[in-house]
């Protein structure tokens, strides 16, 4: 347990109603439209997708969970973590130039910056789901379900667990994530999130992930 790998994988299908979404866009207009395929067209085969994963036992008593590399105290991650006895640790990026063309735009226009923000979302997210559904059907293979991925910042989840995930999962050299002091991750299109791993049927989701985080105004909440 807790050895370290890492999965490279094709670009994932476009979701453009979500890209549409995490642009704040409602009722998306001919031009808007045409703005979000022209950044799609411009992004080409400049992204990467990777991912670096561990697994590790786990425990929860009470609002104390012993993740396996580290322990934390966590009313929202031990609701997420019931019944569970395992975790999949996981970090996947989708490199650094979408942040290279959000930041040259942020001046020149900033609606294709805003856009280019959005498909940056669209793309971290359509790859970590890609991966949970990998693990999801890898565990039901075995006779274990998956509960929704939780991140740092989650509720009351700690962001400073980031520090202890970087350690784990060595994110600099596995797939070029790194931590800055003040804990924001770069590139920027990334995420951290803890996976549980048990034999209890898996929930649908509402009871945590986005229904316990406290944030009312996040263009990710779904």
């Known amino acids: 347990m807790g050895a370290v790998y890492t999965k490279t994988y094709k670009a994932p299908e476009y979701r453009e109603r979500e890209i549409l979404r995490y642009a704040g866009v409602r009722d998306g207009t001919a031009e808007i439209e045409a703005l979000m395929r022209e950044c799609i067209s411009e992004l080409g085969e400049r992204l990467c997708f990777k991912v670096c994963y561990a697994e590790f036992e786990a425990c929860v008593v009470g609002n104390d969970v012993d993740l396996g590399f580290c322990h934390v105290s966590s009313s929202a991650l031990a609701k997420n973590l019931r019944d569970c006895d395992g975790i999949v640790l996981m970090g996947a990026t989708v490199g650094l130039e979408i942040d290279r063309l959000i930041a040259r735009y942020g001046t020149l226009s ?113």
Request: charged share 30%; hydrophobic share 35%.
């Open 110 to 222: 900033p609606s294709r910056a805003l856009m280019m923000q959005a498909i940056g979302a669209e793309r971290i997210e359509s790859l970590c789901d890609r991966f949970c559904e990998e693990i999801k059907e890898e565990k039901r293979l075995l006779g274990k379900s998956v509960r929704p991925r939780f991140s740092p910042g989650y509720g009351d989840l700690s962001i400073e667990l980031q520090r202890d995930i970087f350690r784990a999962l060595d994110c600099p050299r596995r797939i070029g994530l790194s931590l800055n002091d003040s804990l924001l991750m770069s590139p920027s299109k990334s995420v951290t999130a803890i996976i549980g791993v048990g034999r209890g049927a898996c929930t649908d989701g509402n009871d945590i992930g986005c229904g316990v985080c406290e944030k009312k105004d996040c263009i990710y909440k779904k």
